[in-house]
T-cell receptor
Framework: GAVVSQHPSRVICKSGTSVKIECRSL??????MFWYRQFPKQSLMLMAT?????????EQGVEKDKFLINHASLTLSTLTVTSAHPEDSSFYIC??????????FGSGTRLTVV | LAKTTQPISMDSYEGQEVNITCSHN???????ITWYQQFPSQGPRFIIQ???TKVTNEVASLFIPADRKSSTLSLPRVSLSDTAVYYC?????????????FGAGTRLFVKA
């Protein structure tokens, strides 16, 4: 099956700084990428849908100016958490659709803001 | 997007067959049913997908009745490593995938 590579796997940053998370589709083209956030012991929450060459679509309640999404190529989508605060600490996961297999997920990024 | 309902948790023992049922009463004609497995601090992993009747692969079987308002994931002879959260999702797979809205999932705990 397809592989979505997500980096970094974990990052610790200071409050007020920005962090960029990358997701690459390694052997297929992903015109669409989904971004999720997951808090401990909870389910995944869809944050936004990124589309190659166009603006991302954000779910209700997700601040688009805080969570910047760029999908500049068919194999790369990035999520930048701007001016991060401790409440942004979470597990962030991306996924891309794959024909016949639902969505392929990245391995996730554990963000800790101190 | 059809809402799904699953048991919050299940316990089993090694070697047993585990069946997890998911309800999706308002599934649409174009919707597929997909199951994922997630271990702590990892992204979900695709297990199986189906539209109707029965689908089987090397790790699981998926049973879907004629009305498609529910589905059952069957894991044969579970081991300790099958302890994970299992998610049932319903959506229009269309040409590749679909906007996936996760429910609470089922926490399966396999005991020795």
């Amino acid at each position: 099956g397809a592989v979505v590579s997500q980096h970094p796997s974990r990052v610790i940053c200071k409050s007020g700084t920005s962090v960029k998370i990358e997701c690459r589709s390694l052997d297929f083209q992903a015109t669409t990428m989904f971004w999720y956030r997951q808090f401990p012991k909870q389910s995944l929450m869809l944050m936004a849908t990124s589309n190659e060459g166009s603006k991302a679509t954000y779910e209700q309640g997700v601040e688009k100016d805080k969570f910047l999404i760029n999908h500049a190529s068919l194999t790369l989508s990035t999520l930048t958490v701007t001016s991060a605060h401790p409440e942004d600490s979470s597990f962030y996961i991306c996924s891309a659709p794959e024909t016949g297999f639902g969505n392929t997920f990245g391995s996730g990024t554990r963000l800790t803001v101190v | 997007l059809a809402k799904t309902t699953q048991p919050i948790s299940m316990d089993s023992y090694e070697g047993q067959e585990v069946n997890i049922t998911c309800s999706h009463n308002n599934i649409a004609t174009n919707d597929y049913i997909t199951w994922y497995q997630q271990f702590p601090s990892q992204g979900p992993r695709f297990i199986i997908q189906g539209y109707k009747t029965k689908v089987t692969n090397e790790v699981a079987s998926l049973f879907i009745p004629a009305d498609r308002k529910s589905s059952t994931l069957s894991l044969p002879r579970v081991s300790l490593s099958d302890t994970a959260v299992y998610y049932c999702l319903v959506g229009d797979a269309g040409g590749g995938g679909f906007k996936t809205i996760f429910g609470a999932g089922t926490r399966l705990f396999v005991k020795a």
